[in-house]
């Protein structure tokens, strides 16, 4: 059945791709809905498919200061601008995708779980759509809302970082309809601070709506684990944050396994590598004694 073009605009805004179209002032080409098949090889996927990149890094750049807000411009649209360095300059957002796509275990049974509840479950659930997006044609409506839901619901097609951001998103869009157009290219990263946290606690509180739209997605055995799998990624996604921010990551030269420069997070930790009072220093034994007696 043919979705109309309304309910395209409601997913199309959720997941952030025509907020992002407008804040960077992108017009995609329209591609003969003929193509739209979902190889790599078709111009539209290829596109579509760094866009999705682009947004997961800025919804990331979002994530990374909600932990450890710095200078940067993401920590000032939160409300939380600091002067001392943040995740921004700790290049914490690169830690994140980094980790996401290579290191957490997840299976790719549940994330595809995810993306395809975002384009499914979730997709054509009514919001208030801003005025600043950006009004296209249905035919390239059509094209964007087919590419975007290929990619949603190939297992193999999205990493990881994309899918975690599609998610903050169109939670972001649900806390707040407003951020779905505006500074930034994700509706997570022009959320306020608080509105930040609404977000994080739909996922660790079992939003029934996402709840159900997951759980509709998962293979037996998994049917009824939803409520801790969010929780488990809610609570990793602001773990690793701190992590990537405050840990060696960012200096690391894993050619030679040593720390190039102090990292930021050693300064914003006050950690001080160098030796301590009382370091290695023997004071001598108890009450006077030269030496050890034997029992």
Known sequence: ?????????????????????????????????????????????????????????????????????????YSRTQGTPREEPGAMEARTPDFLIESLDNYVPMSDQVAAAVGRALANGLADVPIVV??????????????????????????SALPLSAVIALLLNTQAVRVDPGSAAGPHLSPFSRLSFAKKAEVFELLEQADPQLVGSIDRELPEPLKGSVSGILQFIAGALLEFSAFGAYSEWSTFDAATLTVAKPPLGWGLAKYDPGSMDGWDEFKGYYQGRQKVSPL
């Open 130 to 155: 801003p005025p600043a997006i950006p009004v296209v044609t249905n035919s390239l409506l059509a094209d964007l809302d087919d590419v975007v839901k290929v990619l949603l619901r190939n297992d």
């Open 1 to 73: 059945m043919e979705t109309p073009h309304v309910d395209r605009r409601f997913f199309l805004t959720r997941v952030g791709v025509l907020g992002a179209l407008a804040a960077a002032g992108t017009a995609v080409p329209g591609v003969a809905r003929a193509v739209t098949s979902g190889s790599p090889a078709d111009p539209l996927v290829d596109q579509v498919a760094k866009l999705l990149a682009a947004i997961a890094r800025d919804t990331l750049n979002g994530l990374a200061v909600f932990v450890v807000p710095g200078p940067d411009a």
